[in-house]
């Protein structure tokens, strides 16, 4: 017989949930959109009902279920599912692990989002069946998600593992959502990339990323393929982000000693054009014993990663 | 029956040994010299050599005796007691752990000097009963142990937790004996702060450190006795070596978020000079929610965190 976990991975606008099979294949995906209203209190409910709806439609014996692997975006106590904050959704000393596994009958494992999709990655992805793995987010922001002795680091209170919050310019960087200033985020992150490729264009009158500034919003795309063909205000820019993010992962490196690296999130998709500078400068700033053991990896999952992660969660801990 | 654990401490110049309790209590504890002739071959038939020699002393049983935790200064494979190298020693791929454990009869557990000490600490002293804890040892160098889940990282080749390698200063730092510029040892190590002493006072002709360099060699105990007593130049590089310090500990946060940090070896004697500054700094780099989880302390075992690492290697592993 058959059994499934159910991966769900919640974000600020939707819940992908998924059923997935004991080998990781996904058998169904879907999407409902995330309430936000009243404290996203009606999220696990919604959650619950769309899940006993498609096993409805699949004819799923309930029977079958290991349980649910769920991630959200926020502080997570991994013990109990509780949520400390999930500031996107709305939660803030949130008992949802628990209510969601009342309202389903499964048992409920929780998780950080970007942990989630690391644990994903270590399953399936990039960074298969790796004891040591650091896996980065790169996209509005910056995530983390960190695998020591093969296990995921949630740290004392729930907030191991929030690369983006490395302090990366001790003084004068930039200012952080998080309160903070310097952090990897502002400089890395898809936000960072157009920031300093703002800054930098007023010293490159010539710089063909002027007419994306003119017509309008200038995206990290644009900087990575004005930098391919050559821009070199571009190319400074990409010089600056990824020598800075080699060394915050280089320090990160230090600390886990990772066998891989899998970089993830849509900055991501500029593949040996950000991987090639970024593993350069990481070399530079490693320890070259620690450097000899790791490698690095474009994330492979997309935006499975989450649930996969999810039902890698329940496979590890039930 | 009471059982023993035996710790065996290996540094450059003495191997401290130990009978200890499973409660922890040194029953007995002595040194002998390291020898490091014809690359230190002859270390594990000392060492096993000395064990029987106080056993028989003490009239102990074999029986008695449930392993040996042993740690050396250098690169291990924890899960075989192999170690890569070990420069202060003379060892490079030499395969002690069973060597040691057919000498002795006696089952064998080796890890880092460092990851010891925290170990240590994390059993008994300051950081005790901690699931995450970070352990930073400020001698001539700067060394580290991470515990995260309950449990020593190691990495992917024996390099996890070597704080002292982080870099801080990305450009135009001092150069470190592992080959890189700017790491944290270059600044924040007994050496380090003798460095900047000696830089520091051509800008300030009247300090108090002037007599301690004629005379002959300033110490990092100087530095902090003379910023004590008001020294402007004493005050401005104890003042930098704790920022710098406390910012490298902050991002090592960011990935663990320890309950406690623990600050030993030599520098570590200046007590409340050196940790009000350094928590303050640590407060400002580290992200607000991860600086609220955790509190600092100084290293409560000194010279016996060693050989009580060890034991609770054995304690933890048997």
Redesign the interface.
């Known amino acids: 017989m058959e059994h499934y976990f159910i991966g769900a991975d919640i974000g600020g606008t939707t819940v992908k949930l998924a059923f997935i099979r004991e080998d990781g294949e996904i058998t169904k995906k879907w999407e409902i959109p995330t309430n936000t209203e009243k404290k996203g209190e009606s999220i696990p409910a919604d959650i619950a009902e769309s899940i006993t709806e498609k096993m409805e439609e699949d004819r799923m014996d309930k029977e079958l279920i290991l349980g649910i692997g769920a991630g959200a975006p926020g502080?997570v106590d991994t013990k109990t599912g509780y949520i400390h904050e999930a500031v996107n959704i709305g939660w803030k000393d949130f008992n949802f692990g628990p209510l969601l596994s009342d309202l389903t009958g499964f048992p409920v494992w929780v998780d950080n989002d970007a942990n989630l999709a690391a644990l994903g990655e270590n399953w399936l992805g990039a960074g298969k069946g790796?004891?040591?793995l650091i896996a980065v987010t790169l996209g509005t922001g910056v995530g983390g998600g960190?695998i020591?002795?093969g296990?995921v680091?949630?740290?004392?209170?729930?907030?191991?593992?929030?690369?983006g919050?490395?302090?990366v310019i001790?003084e004068g960087g930039a200012p952080c959502n998080?309160?903070?200033t310097g952090c990897l985020e502002t400089v890395s992150s898809a936000t960072g990339i157009v920031r300093r490729g703002k800054e930098m264009i007023g010293d490159y009158p010539e710089s063909t990323l002027h007419p994306h500034i003119k017509t309008g919003a200038l995206t990290a795309k644009d900087v990575f393929e004005a930098s391919k063909a050559g821009d070199e205000a571009a190319k400074q820019v990409i010089n600056e982000v990824t020598?800075v993010l080699g060394?915050?992962i280089?320090?990160?490196a230090?600390?886990?000693?990772?066998?891989k690296i899998v970089i993830g999130g849509g900055v991501s998709k500029a593949g040996d054009w950000l991987l090639e500078p970024l593993e350069k400068s990481y070399r530079k700033?490693a320890?070259?014993?620690?450097a000899?053991?790791?490698t690095f990896g474009i994330a492979e999952l997309g935006n499975d990663a989450g649930v996969i992660g999810g039902a890698y969660l329940v496979k590890k801990n039930r």
Chains 1, 2 share one sequence.
């Open positions: 502080f790796c004891t040591e960190i020591a002795n296990q680091l949630n740290g004392a209170n729930g907030t191991a593992a929030e690369l919050h490395v302090t001790p998080c309160g903070k020598d060394m915050a280089a320090n990160m230090i600390a886990i000693n990772p066998e700033y320890l070259s014993r620690t000899e053991a790791s």
